[in-house]
């Protein structure tokens, strides 16, 4: 699921991308600004890093809840319409089909939710053990060279 969204969440990037150098109008401009800040923030959300998951669930927690998931995902996958091309049909049908398998994976399978939460802190504990030591390394390179 998180391959799935991220993926998506590219080519809608790619699509704004493409949205805002095609037609350089002020529309065009602001969707396309839109895509590509709402697809960084489900990007981060999937990406689940220890340094951004705190604030993203406080202050982005509808992404949590898969009713409000879907919503947010069908705002995104009209941004994606509105670039009337290609790329932009392909990116909607890439998001619509994410939001659908999004909701029925966190309504059907709550525990989901738990478990990929529990990965996150014990991706965090190896993150911070690897940061320690190299900071250690560092430290002792510092007081060798004093």
Known sequence: MRVANMGSMAVLTTASIFS?????????IILGV???????LVFITETQIYLFR??????????????LR?????????????YESLL??????????????????????????????RLA?????????R???EGLKQAAVLTSNI
């Open 88 to 117: 932009g049909y392909v990116s909607a049908g890439m998001v619509g089909g994410c939001a659908g398998y999004n909701t029925y994976v966190l309504w059907k399978y709550p525990e989901y939710k738990e478990e990929r939460d």
């Open 70 to 82: 879907l919503l947010f995902y069908g705002v995104l996958t009209s941004v994606a319409l509105s």
């Open 121 to 129: 802190i014990e991706e965090d504990a190896v993150v911070q053990a």
């Open 20 to 28: 805002m150098l095609g037609l350089p109008s002020i529309p065009n």
């Open 34 to 40: 839109y895509g590509i800040m709402f697809s960084t």
């Open 54 to 67: 705190t604030i993203i669930a406080v202050n982005f927690g509808f992404l949590f809840h898969p009713i």
């Open 131 to 133: 940061l320690r030591e």
